[in-house]
């Protein structure tokens, strides 16, 4: 996947419109602070996201330090077989198959089949163009960091919620899509999120050893790490430990296949348990142990990012609270995922959802570490329904890409160009919340007191959006 929440908080409000990215939001309640976090505590968490906020059929969560593990799971599968939900259920993991990418490059740089300074187009065929900024050719380290300049997607892709949008992607496509870009920055300069260079990445890395990525990730990765159930092909027992994925509005999703030529963005599957012996791995790895060396060099060095925080090689930093937690997200069409590690305590979080509400980071947080805070979705106040219907219409983002803003029944819908509808939720009577992403809208009045703009609040940027309908 290229998580799909995690890269469609770009795509579908956003992408077009300068490829905004989830972040704080300021919705925020007080929880304890550093306290371990006991069962029945992780349990109050899930069942207000599957059972009030309704953000969620089934979650499974899991945390971890260097001697102990626990597994929570909370609502169901949802499978045709009923499977109860555990530590082996199987989800898409979405963009989280961009850190098993790079520790795949890593991996091949410790055996000296390449290295991070190589040129991208060194392992293409020569006919493929690979752009380059100022003269500066994109490296290997530049895709696993997110600073190739490249954008987050192939230029005029579309997200449905109806379809698999990845399933017929070429490598055709891929090295037409690649040739046609043009870098945002000089590479190497700054991180800002591409989908489009991890799926690169993992198609490179192919070519130079001569096999397919998923080969590679389960005989370089899977294998010495003795994890089964994590793949981009499900075997039999995975399927039938599938649990159904389901869209934002709950109803069943279709299953997302990346195709080979984009495989090293989201292709894989994967379960709590295996993600647990994942992040130990490589975020307390012994010394001795297969791929110690090759996860220390994730974390080698810094990149800053375009919007505050910072990336490793696949690594993603949210600074806060006296701590750093190393973490990646990832969702389809019909899940999301995170997987997080507090550098201060040395504990991490594994958190899994059958629904693409891409909303779960502050859980997977506050499970590395406590003294990080939950997110509070719970609508603030009821908003008069003319009040509501005064602010449908259509508001442009950029010249591409708007948001059209309906009431219905007490309550206000969103959609964005090519997008599916979202439900806006009120904070005061004029600004309002997203669950599928952290994002906010407050809806502004000109001197005649008629609503001529929203402010789109994502990422600690605000952006004025006018009325244009």
């Known amino acids: 996947m290229i998580g799909r ?130 003269g500066k050719q994109i490296a290997l380290w530049h895709l696993a960091s997110h600073t190739s300049g490249l954008p987050r997607e192939p230029a005029g892709f579309v997200f449905r919620d109806d379809i698999d949008p990845y399933a017929a992607y070429t490598t055709d496509q891929l090295y037409s899509a690649v040739a ?76 997302w296949d990346l195709p080979p030529a984009i495989a090293g963005a989201g292709a894989l599957r994967s379960t709590a348990n295996d993600l647990v012996r994942f992040m130990r791995a490589t975020c307390l790895p012994d010394p001795q142990g297969p791929l110690s060396k090759a996860a220390a060099l994730l974390l080698e060095k810094r990149r800053p990012h ?53 909303m779960i980071d502050d859980l997977g947080f506050h499970l590395a570490n406590p003294a990080f805070k939950v997110a509070d979705y719970l609508p603030k106040v009821t908003v008069d329904q003319g009040v509501l219907a005064s602010y449908g219409g259509v508001y442009e983002l950029t010249p591409t890409f708007s948001i059209t803003i309906r009431a219905a029944d007490g309550h206000l819908f969103g959609r964005g160009t090519g997008q599916s509808e979202f439900e806006l939720f009120a904070e005061s009577e004029n600004r309002f919340f997203l669950r599928i992403v952290d994002a906010q809208v407050t809806f502004l009045r000109n001197k005649d007191e008629l609503v001529d703009r929203l402010v789109w609040h994502q990422n600690g940027r605000d952006q004025y959006c006018p009325r244009i309908n």
């Open 180 to 255: 046609n870009s043009y870098p945002q920055y000089e590479p190497g300069s700054i991180s800002s999120y591409s989908n489009l260079g991890f799926g690169l990445l993992g198609h490179v890395l192919a070519l130079r050893a001569n096999a397919s990525y998923e080969e590679l990730i389960i005989s370089r990765i899977c294998d010495p790490l003795n994890l089964a159930d994590t793949r981009a092909s499900l075997t039999p027992s995975m399927q039938e430990r599938l649990a159904q994925g389901h869209r934002a509005d709950l109803k069943p999703a279709m299953n």
């Open 5 to 134: 929440r995690d890269f469609l908080v770009g795509a579908a409000l956003g992408g077009a419109a300068a490829a905004l990215t989830a972040a704080a939001s300021g919705l925020f309640i007080e929880t304890a602070g550093g306290e371990p976090l006991s069962t029945d505590d992780i349990l109050t968490a899930l069942r207000e996201r599957v059972d009030t906020t309704r953000q969620s059929v089934g979650i499974v969560a899991a945390t971890f330090d260097a001697n102990t593990q626990r597994i929570v799971p909370y609502g169901k599968s949802d499978s045709k077989n009923n499977r109860a939900l555990d530590g082996d259920t199987v989800f898409e993991i979405g963009s989280i198959t961009k850190v098993f990418t790079a520790l795949l490059l890593a991996e091949m740089v410790t055996r000296g089949e390449v290295a991070l300074d190589d040129p991208v187009s060194k392992y293409l065929p020569d006919r493929v163009r690979v752009p380059e900024s100022r």
């Open 306 to 358: 375009i919007f505050g925080n910072s990336y490793y090689l696949g690594w993603h930093v949210r600074k806060a609270n006296g701590d750093e937690i190393i973490r990646h997200g990832g969702a389809t069409g019909g899940y999301c995922g995170h997987v997080g590690f507090s550098t201060k305590l040395k504990s991490g979080a594994v958190v899994l959802s059958n629904t693409a509400i891409y």
